[in-house]
């Protein structure tokens, strides 16, 4: 097969400015073109419109490349640069919504009142929005510059707080005394002089908090992670005073009332509803499920006589013991995360869930050959595939490109998401420039299998991001402006919260699976090392499987940062956010959530976690009800909007056969492929044959729509 695309290259650290100046300066001369040749008498959408939404789609993929490299770029030069460009595209994005004679032809186009496609009245409207919330039609041209210069200001701040995040390598030494109880971890940490360094990476800080037995080791840890990036501090108390000042200046009464219109969600209250009656009905269960790891404190302090448990407190849960206890729980239910790793190496589950999804949409995926990707990955780690549509008229017909860039290394982004680096959209001669699009994770690499395995919760993980990969490949639009995932957040997320559901089926658990030992014969042998005189089974165990099954459950954690993000951002004062201790109203909120009581020697000691959610900048402001969080800690995850969506999908159309080919094609058509070219709730409704309500994912979560 000949890819009719050929692969992006990767900007050398020398053009990253020059390209991005070149991609700024089209849509500077777009723009003057349009104003010098139409006036409004004669704006329509085609000479006004349609110009500057063709000059956008043809200068996304340079520049999304670019932006790219600030989150996985091992060089640091490359960064530096990326972050000078992001600055240039701030000012010139800045300059071009100053202009009033812009905004004058859009507004004469939109009063013409043409007949549109849905799709380019939503391009319309989305162009005017972006003016009006500039400040035309409510400010003076000399306020709007001041607005626009705040706007910016922002973006540098969200750069700051996001790049510190990104370089942020420091962890804590132990003594290999200390992490007695991890076994398998410990040869991530290597051993200089007796101790060793772990590093805060979500995965190593897991391994302490779940592992450690040394009740200190992981206060230590939980403290001593939690104090990092506190020169975020500053940068968060600025980008909220900034935001709240902007959006007051446009006449709206908070920035969460400014973001929510852009959103499903369209109100403060209606948000913060949402959210007190989801919490209500669900505090019964968390309250049972959080007696229950108390118990298992009791009675493990109880059979304990070491000195290191004696001034342990049996009828107080600490944050940091959570996830020990909550161990101890699965293990005595004979849920060992370890052992079920050992079925699900990262070689063995990629190929695995990419044939789960062309089975089910009918999609082939090719592995490109290292060699052939010369210029095109910006590190070895990095896979490409190309992904090719065998629906189509019964030949296969090309969609786009997957990447994967799957493993923790320094300076990489932290967390995982899905990245965009071309978005698709129709070009002028009627044909389609085709999608490119990265699941960038941070999952360990090393083991002391020396083979990359998941747990179960990792898995979920990578099958949501894949998710987005799938939004993003599959989106037919004609514009990048609502191509794959760019869509309102509180929807977005929706796709992929559902397709998390595959990861908890008897089936699909069983088709993803291989013992590791399979992949290589010295796996085994050392295997065999501590496990004399066995051969494990080729796949995962049907009682591993149904133990993994019954083990679904929920973590709280999320409401602590919905709540905390909406109530930041929903002050309607400077004065009132200048009073405002944020780091200690998260750490209420997440004890609240969590119904825990931690002991601490000083609120210091609580630490600063919010300063680690570069979401809460960037993106995701007032937009955490609707965002999901994988909880590596329990195999749990949490929703809110998202998961309301998500459950109505699935139960509406998957849930009597989840394999079932003209669902499968029935979801694609009628959710992934629009992109966020429509009204989503519209869409939704369409496609669910009723309006969403909670009342699917309340019977998900073992309610009845009354809350019983």
């Not at 959570?322 to 370890?338: A, F, K």
């Not at 965009?420 to 994770?441: H, S, V, W």
Request: glycine share 4%.
């Amino acid at each position: 097969m000949t890819n009719v695309q050929p692969l992006q290259l990767v900007p050398r650290s020398e053009d990253i400015i020059p390209i991005t100046e070149r991609a700024l300066l089209r849509r500077r001369s777009v723009a003057d073109d349009v104003v010098q040749s139409v006036t409004p008498l004669a704006a329509c959408f085609h000479n006004v419109v349609l110009p500057l939404a063709e000059v956008e789609n043809d200068v996304q993929g340079d520049l999304a490349m670019v932006t790219m490299l600030r989150w996985a770029s091992p060089e640091q030069e490359s960064r530096r640069l990326v972050e000078q460009a992001l600055v240039l595209f701030g000012k010139v994005e800045a300059e071009l919504l100053a202009r009033e004679d812009l905004y004058r032809l859009l507004k004469a186009v939109q009063d013409k009142g043409e007949t549109l496609d849905f799709e380019s009245q939503k391009l319309l409207n989305s162009y005017i929005l972006d003016y009006t919330r500039a400040g035309h039609g409510k400010l003076d041209p000399p306020m709007i510059e001041y607005y626009l210069e705040k706007r910016n200001l922002i973006d540098k701040l969200r750069s700051q707080f996001n790049q510190n995040i990104r370089d942020d390598e420091s962890g804590e030494w132990f003594t290999t005394d200390e992490l007695d109880g991890l076994s398998k971890e410990l040869d991530r940490y290597p051993d200089h002089e007796g101790k060793r360094f772990v590093p805060f990476k979500r995965a190593d800080m897991q391994a302490v908090r779940r592992y450690a037995r040394n009740p200190t080791t992981r206060r230590r840890m939980y403290v001593a992670s939690g104090k990092r990036l506190q020169q975020n501090k500053q940068l968060f108390k600025d980008t909220l005073c900034l935001r709240q000042e902007i959006a007051q200046l446009l006449g709206y009464d908070s920035h969460a009332a400014f973001r929510l219109e852009k959103r499903v969600a369209k109100s403060v209250p209606w948000v913060n509803g949402f959210l007190r009656d989801l919490r209500d009905r669900l505090v019964p269960s968390a309250k049972r499920e959080m007696d229950q790891i108390l118990a298992k404190k009791k009675s493990y302090l109880a059979g304990q006589t070491d000195e290191m448990y004696q001034k342990e407190d049996p009828t107080t849960m600490m944050a940091w013991d959570v996830d020990y206890y909550s161990r101890l729980i699965e293990e005595e239910q004979h849920i060992d995360e370890e052992a079920i790793s050992e079925f699900f190496p990262i070689p063995h589950v990629i190929p695995a869930m990419l044939d789960i999804l062309s089975s089910f949409l009918g999609l082939e995926f090719h592995r490109i050959p290292h060699d052939q990707l010369d210029g095109a990955i910006w590190h070895d780690d990095v896979q490409v595939w190309d992904v090719w549509d065998g629906e189509v008229h019964e030949r296969e017909t090309f969609l786009g490109y997957l990447y994967l860039d799957l493993f923790t290394r320094p300076n990489k982004y932290k967390g995982n998401q899905n990245v965009n680096i071309q978005c698709g959209f129709e070009k002028r001669d009627g044909g389609r420039n085709y999608p490119a699009t990265i699941l960038m994770c941070s999952f360990p690499s090393l083991t002391s299998s020396s083979c990359a395995l998941l747990k179960h919760s990792e898995l979920v993980t990578l099958f949501h991001e894949l998710g987005h990969g799938m939004h993003d490949l599959l989106s037919k639009t004609k514009y990048i402006r609502f191509h794959g995932t760019r869509s309102p957040p509180d929807f977005v997320e929706a796709p992929s919260v559902m397709l998390e559901n595959w990861c908890w089926m008897r089936d699909e658990l069983k088709r993803m699976s291989l013992h590791f030992t399979r992949l290589n014969p010295a796996y085994l042998e050392k295997w065999q090392v501590t496990n004399p005189g066995r051969f494990p089974p080729e796949k995962i165990p049907d009682e591993m499987v149904e133990k993994i099954r019954k083990s679904r459950s929920l973590n709280r954690s999320l409401y602590a940062v919905a709540q905390f993000d909406m109530a930041v951002h929903s002050s309607t004062s400077r004065e009132q956010l200048l009073r405002l201790d944020e780091t200690k109203l998260f750490n209420d909120l997440a004890d609240e959530a969590k119904l825990i009581t931690s002991s601490f020697e000083s609120e210091e000691d609580r630490g600063y976690r919010h300063l680690h959610f570069g979401h809460l900048v960037s993106g995701y402001d007032a937009g955490y009800y609707g965002y999901p969080w994988h909880s590596i800690a329990n195999r749990h995850y949490t929703w809110v909007s998202a998961h309301v969506f998500a459950a109505e999908m699935f139960q509406a159309i998957f849930a009597e056969d989840p394999r079932s080919r003209e669902a499968w094609i029935r979801y694609r058509k009628g959710i992934l492929e629009y992109g966020g070219s429509r009204d989503e709730l519209s869409m939704l409704e369409e496609f669910l044959g009723h309006a969403p309500s909670a009342d699917a994912l309340l019977r998900e979560l073992g309610h009845d729509s009354t809350g019983a």
